[in-house]
């Protein structure tokens, strides 16, 4: 039984930063692959962020490269999302996912587990 909860989004301006949270519980973060996820209104999900469970290994979307950091916490089971310089354009519901049907994290979005999501708003 594994589940994710995010938390940590909200309204933010232009520019700002917000770090989203992501609590695991029935598995270690040390086993799975976990990544975020967004999809804004109208548009399709996107992958914008995951770490590997086999090396530790990151992938960024072209979108949020060198605007946003993944990190981990072991101890409290919790993957993060650092988000910083936020544009209008980064507004949608934010996802986090955990997997291992492959090698790497990045490159599919058929994930086993997913949150509940959490609402990330960036004013203009």
């Known amino acids: 039984e594994v589940q994710l909860v995010e938390s940590g989004g909200g309204l933010v301006q232009t520019g700002g930063s917000l770090r989203l949270s992501c609590a695991i519980s029935?598995?270690?973060?040390?086993?799975?692959?976990i990544s975020w996820f967004r999809r804004a209104p109208g548009k399709e999900r996107d992958q914008i962020s995951c770490?590997?469970?086999?090396?530790?290994?990151?992938f960024y979307a072209d979108s949020v490269k060198g605007r946003f950091t993944i990190s981990s916490d072991n101890a409290k089971n919790t993957v993060y999302l650092q988000m910083s310089s936020l544009e209008p354009e980064d507004t949608a519901v934010y996802y986090c996912?955990?997997?291992?049907?492959?090698?790497?994290?990045?490159?599919?979005?058929?994930?086993?587990?997913w949150g509940q999501g959490t609402q990330v708003t960036v004013s203009s």
């Open positions: 029935g598995a270690s973060v040390d086993d799975f692959h």
């Open positions: 770490v590997s469970a086999n090396d530790g290994s990151t």
């Open positions: 996912a955990a997997d291992r049907q492959f090698f790497y994290c990045s490159g599919y979005e058929s994930y086993n587990h």
